[in-house]
């Protein structure tokens, strides 16, 4: 092949690439799309997370917590919004301080919860309950509910989710506005003193992460923080969690504490024994064994007559001549003089032994002397015959 074909089959490999990919990017249009990704884990973890970047967005952020002693240090003025999970938190004293901040400027943006255990709904005389046609209200046909709210210039349609239940006042006092759709009651603004409280059902279908974005969830949020007040922090606890034991006594009970720990610190001193010089061991009753030995020996030794002599000398007698059967069976059935002259034989022959006489008379004769006060001296003469005879078997 030649140069010039060479070139023109190089300059038609990069041409019509080229060309095709212009054509493609000029003949076709790009329309972009919104797709919903998964939550992030700090959504997760947080369902009010998109509502928190929101308001900082909108210029007024907002704080979230989640103990409920910040209720005890509530600035002047603002809004705060309670969390559903505060029926066990909310004592006596705390609702008292909590309408207190309210009545001087403060603005509660309560989400309802339904039954009658909460006890600031029943402070407030508000509750959720069937709505009187007992069925679901009717939705719009975009899918939301038109709500008017009072300090916004239109009507905001909510994206509620289809409900039988609503707000319902029964108290005397009249809430101040309410807004709702078909029967069912989603906001309940109650004024007073000088600050108000606004209830919302249901909350969370209203400005969690999955639903503060669709319709006019974000609109009808934000109007209703800047109702009362557009100056002052927004502070949200939410997901209260419960004190401990522990944490409670700490913050509650403190002089519970310190009185029970002192009555532990008296009660142990009164049983705990104190340690004094050591106190000489009692004398027992009962001797010793070796005692007994001793006390045996001496009475043996003191016997009338010799007798005792005479009765621990066959013992031993009779203790060397069983060692002797079992390192020689045959001498068995012989007579007690044969079995001596054998044994002083077998013995007499090894190192160290003592005369053969002697032995035989230490196992069949009589060795004790009984003339002359000598008994005593020839039983401890044989004794120790025997002994280096049993040693050497």
């Known amino acids: 092949m030649s140069s010039r074909a060479i070139l023109w089959w190089s300059a038609a490999l990069v041409t019509v690439p080229l060309a095709l990919a212009i054509f493609v990017w000029t003949g076709f249009d790009r329309i972009p799309m919104r797709v919903r990704s998964a939550p992030e884990p700090a959504a997760q973890r947080d369902a009010f997370l998109a509502l928190q970047r929101f308001t900082k967005v909108m ?5 979230v917590s989640r103990d409920i002693g910040a209720l005890d240090n509530l600035s002047a003025g603002g809004v705060l919004i309670l969390g559903e999970t505060r029926e066990q938190v909310l004592t006596p004293t705390r609702l008292a301080h909590l309408l207190a901040w309210v009545e001087h400027g403060g603005h509660l943006v309560l989400p309802a919860v339904p039954g009658e255990h909460d006890p600031l709904q029943k402070l407030l005389e508000v509750r959720v309950v069937a709505s009187p046609a007992r069925k679901a209200r009717p939705i719009e046909g975009d899918g939301t509910v038109a709500l008017r709210v009072e300090g916004s210039e239109r009507v905001l349609h909510a994206a509620l989710p289809n409900s039988a239940y609503s707000l319902e006042a029964y108290g005397h006092a009249a809430p101040a506005w309410s807004a709702g759709n ?9 004024r007073r003193g000088t600050g108000a409280v606004t ?6 279908a209203l400005a969690d992460n999955d639903n503060l974005g669709k319709a006019d969830n974000a609109a009808v949020v934000w109007t209703l923080l800047n109702i009362v007040t557009h100056a002052g922090p927004v502070r949200y606890i939410s997901d209260i969690e419960v004190p401990t034991l522990w944490q409670w006594l700490r913050t509650s009970a ?14 142990l001193g009164r049983i705990v024994p104190r340690f004094g010089p050591l106190l000489p061991d009692p004398s027992t009753d009962r001797r ?16 009338k007559e010799d ?3 005479r009765y621990w000398l066959a013992c031993v007698r009779g203790s060397v001549t069983a060692r002797a059967l079992t390192r020689d069976p045959g001498l068995m059935g012989l007579s007690n003089l ?3 002259r054998i044994i002083s034989r077998r013995v007499g022959a090894r190192a160290g032994a003592p005369d053969a006489q002697r032995v035989r008379i230490a196992l069949a004769g009589d060795a004790l002397s009984l003339e002359g006060g000598a008994a005593r001296e020839g039983f401890t003469q044989v004794i120790a015959i025997l002994q280096q005879v049993e040693e050497l078997l």
Do not use: D, F
């Open 59 to 63: 210029g007024r952020p907002m704080t």
């Open 182 to 190: 078909g029967g069912s009651v989603h906001l309940m603004h109650l």
């Open 199 to 204: 209830l919302v059902w249901p909350w969370r």
């Open 254 to 267: 403190w002089a519970v504490l310190v009185s029970g720990a002192l009555l532990i610190a008296v009660w």
């Open 288 to 303: 010793a064994l070796v005692e007994h030995l001793r006390a045996m020996g001496r009475a043996v030794w003191r016997a």
């Open 307 to 309: 007798e005792g002599l």
């Open 338 to 340: 044969e079995q001596a």
